[in-house]
């Protein structure tokens, strides 16, 4: 069965380091990953998809990369701001249910501090 | 296009009191789903559809009942609320299984006394 991991659950870091959130994942047979942002008191926002036959995608600061391989995901921020304080997960399809359904992380909190 | 949208963004329920969210979208999306949103547990799927007159159990689908009788929406309906149902109500859709990105709706926060 698919389980998804995000560590760490909190990170604080000052205005303008660049940062790495982590996504892993046990089984490398995905189809896809999608990260998400999510503000407080708020929806989620799709920020960046990568596919299976894609090592990274890009978004402006944003740079996710995918190894199935070792079953996991990354996503870069550059150059962070406090804007960027959100909670982050990841998702990816449930491949034993037809990909009909997301399984998910619970989440990165990213505090960044002026 | 609007995306997804919920109504209504806030409710207060007495317990044993039923209501129906709605949720709509305009992106002519096959599959919708609905999730619950609580501190610490993340989000976790209570009943999604993968086509119109189409409905399937989540995770969590005990005391929820839905039904999609046109493609654009997907209503969830609380016949006996319940406190342990306070919770914020996140629906969601996408085009199909192959490889498409998820979109939400701002979400509803129900609180049962």
């Known amino acids: 069965k698919q389980e998804v991991t995000q560590i760490p659950a909190a990170l604080s870091v000052p205005e303008g380091e660049n940062l790495v959130l982590n996504c892993s994942f046990t089984d490398s047979a995905i189809y896809n990953l999608q990260w998400f942002r999510q503000d407080p008191g708020k929806g989620l926002t799709s920020l960046l998809l990568?596919?299976?036959s894609q090592r990274e995608q890009t978004s402006g600061r944003l740079n996710a990369s995918l190894d199935k391989s070792s079953g996991r995901s990354t996503l870069y921020i550059a150059a962070s701001q406090p804007g960027d304080s959100a909670t982050y997960l990841c998702a990816l399809p449930d491949n034993a249910g037809n990909n009909r359904k997301l399984i998910w992380g619970l989440g990165t909190s990213l505090g960044v501090n002026p | 296009n609007a995306g997804v949208t919920q109504t209504p963004k806030f409710r207060v329920l007495k317990t044993g009191q039923s209501m129906t969210l709605l949720c709509a979208q305009d992106?002519?999306?096959?599959?919708m789903y609905w999730y619950r949103q609580d501190p610490g547990m993340g989000l976790r799927l209570i009943h999604y559809s993968v086509g119109e007159g189409t409905t399937a159990k989540g995770e969590v689908p005990d005391g929820y009942n839905v039904s999609r009788l046109k493609k654009q929406n997907f209503l969830l309906g609380l016949e006996s609320a319940a406190p342990s149902q306070t919770s914020v109500y996140f629906c969601?859709?996408?085009?199909?299984?192959?490889?498409?990105?998820?979109?939400f709706g701002p979400g509803t926060r129900l609180t049962v006394t």
């Open positions: 969601a859709s996408r085009l199909d299984a192959l490889g498409n990105e998820q979109y």
């Open positions: 990568i596919q299976s």
């Open positions: 992106m002519n999306h096959e599959y």
